[in-house]
């Protein structure tokens, strides 16, 4: 360790580190700001179209996510315009989960933020605010904001809490800058993978709306059958639409790669070649409409256990929320609480391959319940191993993983087409998921045994290569060096061969 430190609420410092509360480093009057109270701002006034505004939920790890954003209209935007955001802004959560905070890069520059947010904007030329974001990552400091947060069962900090917590950092603003960019360079890494998954996933889709839902390598075969074209030629067809190849690429598969030539034509001769109408619609000949229930083992509710371990609540496990899902989803863990809960409920509760996570409660005007994470060995090992759902969420067990996959990628489909609103009833206005009803009512396009297989075997690579992601390395290297950098362990000039 630094031969020459402080002992602070954090840990240890260098002693050469200046401290000062934050609202000292902070803009006069504007600095450190709560979001619009209730009365200067309803969810009846979101539009469809307008300028962005953050809530909690819409708070990353130290990045600002754009799923499911409301938005207000250009009149209240300007009506609102104490409350925009600017590039080097720092959001946090006001309520909670109080020790969530996100950066404002250039691309959020112009948005609001809501009445459940604080926003902190410094004065750069104290503090580098890259710096800054990254101080409010230490494990030390969300120990800390939680310690000091009002309210047992829901936490909160507000402006004056805010401003008092103790901040240390280099005195040369060039040291800040370059341990903010040097993290900042980490976690644009991370978001360039994620975008990579978001792509993989949305390959995963097309594949399954393909098959299961336009059933295009079926009708591809009926087409040329009702040209009066042969079975070879329809088998051709279904492989093309299938590979989206054309024949001349096609014949070069077959001679450079005959193992996926062979693959190919074994995944077009399962399609069947004619359709067949019944009381749910039309599906491919053979294949049977079957109520999502009736293709899992069992379904339980989530837990939440306490943030501290006790008598009965022993076992350390993470905890994945409905706010969780998209996020573990892309690779991105580092929000994913860590909780204590009964060994029993564990027992019931604790996550394995091929399960599917679904939220049950929650959403909003905009965004309906209904978010599902399908779980694999490389999520389950990027958590630690144990992991249960919240008690906001529930636990769908497939009968086997193959299936697993099949009934993951219906509930991503259905929910990114609107279909799971019709599912879901409103209470104390908290939108809940109606399980019982989906259950029975939902229906999936089922294959034969061979053919669930076949689409295992296609999609799975797909999703494991998401699952795998190197975020996790990333973010434990970021998460790991931080600390050091700070405490004195590692010189601000050594942080490259740190890696």
């Known amino acids: 360790?630094?031969?020459?430190?402080?002992?602070?609420?954090?840990?240890?410092?260098?002693?050469?580190?200046?401290?000062?509360?934050?609202?000292?480093?902070?803009?006069?009057?504007?600095?450190?700001?709560?979001?619009?109270?209730?009365?200067?701002?309803?969810?009846?006034?979101?539009?469809?179209?307008?300028?962005?505004?953050?809530?909690?939920?819409?708070?990353?790890?130290?990045?600002?996510?754009?799923?499911?954003?409301?938005?207000?209209?250009?009149?209240?935007?300007?009506?609102l315009a104490k409350y925009r955001l600017e590039k080097g802004d720092i959001v946090f959560s006001r309520v909670g989960s109080v020790d969530r905070r996100a950066l404002v890069r250039a691309e959020e520059h112009g948005w609001l933020f809501s009445g459940r947010c604080l926003r902190v904007r410094t004065?750069?030329?104290?503090?580098?605010?890259?710096?800054?974001?990254?101080?409010?990552?230490?494990?030390?400091?969300?120990?800390?904001?939680?310690?000091?947060?009002?309210?047992?069962t829901m936490p909160?900090?507000?402006?004056?809490?805010?401003?008092?917590?103790?901040?240390?950092?280099?005195?040369?603003?060039?040291?800040?800058?370059?341990?903010?960019?040097?993290?900042?360079?980490?976690?644009?890494?991370?978001?360039?993978?994620?975008?990579?998954?978001?792509?993989?996933?949305?390959?995963?889709?097309?594949?399954?709306?393909?098959?299961?839902?336009?059933?295009?390598?079926?009708?591809?075969?009926?087409?040329?059958?009702?040209?009066?074209?042969?079975?070879?030629a329809a088998l051709l067809a279904a492989m093309r639409t299938i590979s989206a190849k054309d024949d001349a690429s096609l014949e070069q598969m077959r001679r450079e790669d005959p193992e996926a030539y062979a693959r190919l034509e074994q995944t077009a001769v399962l399609f069947p070649s004619a359709m067949e109408e019944n009381e749910l619609g039309e599906i491919p000949e053979g294949w049977v409409w079957t109520p999502f229930g009736e293709l899992l083992e069992r379904t339980i509710g989530g837990d939440w256990g306490k943030e501290e371990p006790g008598s009965k609540h022993t076992q350390k496990v993470k905890i994945l929320r409905?706010?969780?899902?998209?996020?573990?989803?892309?690779?991105?863990?580092?929000?994913?609480?860590?909780?204590?809960?009964?060994?029993?409920?564990?027992?019931?509760?604790?996550?394995?391959?091929?399960?599917?996570?679904?939220?049950?409660?929650?959403?909003?005007?905009?965004?309906?319940?209904?978010?599902?994470?399908y779980i694999t060995d490389q999520i389950l090992d990027?958590?630690?191993?144990?992991?249960?759902?919240?008690?906001?969420?529930?636990?769908?067990?497939?009968?086997?993983k193959e299936i697993g996959l099949l009934l993951s990628i219906h509930l991503t489909y259905i929910y990114n087409e609107g279909k799971t609103w019709l599912y879901q009833n409103q209470s104390t206005g908290i939108s809940n998921f109606q399980t019982?009803?989906?259950?029975?009512?939902?229906?999936?396009?089922?294959?034969?045994d061979e053919f669930v297989q076949q689409f295992f075997v296609s999609i799975r690579p797909i999703i494991d290569k998401v699952t795998q992601s190197e975020n996790k390395s990333l973010a434990r290297i970021r998460d790991m060096l931080l600390p050091k950098l700070l405490s004195g362990d590692i010189p601000v000039g050594s942080m490259e061969k740190a890696l």
């Not at 969300?142 to 000091?148: L, P, Q, T």
């Not at 008690?391 to 009968?399: D, E, G, V």
């Not at 019982?436 to 034969?448: A, D, G, I, Q, T």
């Open 1 to 79: 360790m630094h031969s020459d430190i402080q002992i602070t609420e954090y840990g240890p410092m260098p002693s050469t580190f200046r401290s000062a509360k934050l609202s000292e480093l902070c803009i006069d009057k504007i600095g450190i700001q709560t979001g619009p109270f209730g009365s200067q701002l309803h969810k009846e006034d979101y539009v469809e179209v307008g300028t962005p505004i953050i809530t909690v939920e819409h708070l990353g790890d130290n990045r600002i996510t754009s799923q499911n954003l409301p938005f207000v209209s250009d009149e209240d935007r300007d009506r």
């Open 436 to 448: 019982k009803v989906f259950l029975e009512n939902e229906y999936v396009v089922f294959p034969c």
């Open 322 to 373: 409905g706010t969780d899902l998209p996020n573990v989803s892309m690779g991105n863990d580092g929000s994913v609480p860590t909780r204590y809960v009964e060994e029993k409920k564990l027992k019931t509760r604790k996550l394995q391959d091929s399960d599917i996570v679904i939220e049950v409660s929650g959403g909003s005007q905009k965004q309906p319940t209904g978010r599902s994470l």
């Open 382 to 400: 990027r958590l630690d191993g144990v992991v249960e759902p919240a008690s906001f969420c529930r636990m769908f067990r497939p009968k086997n």
């Open 123 to 152: 004065d750069t030329t104290k503090i580098d605010p890259i710096y800054l974001s990254y101080f409010f990552g230490l494990e030390s400091f969300k120990k800390y904001i939680r310690g000091i947060a009002v309210g047992a």
């Open 156 to 232: 909160s900090i507000n402006t004056k809490i805010l401003s008092d917590v103790p901040i240390y950092y280099p005195e040369d603003l060039d040291a800040q800058r370059k341990i903010g960019e040097f993290f900042y360079t980490v976690d644009e890494k991370i978001q360039l993978n994620t975008q990579t998954n978001q792509t993989l996933e949305q390959i995963a889709q097309a594949i399954f709306k393909s098959w299961f839902v336009d059933f295009d390598p079926v009708r591809a075969k009926m087409a040329v059958l009702e040209n009066g074209g042969t079975p070879e």
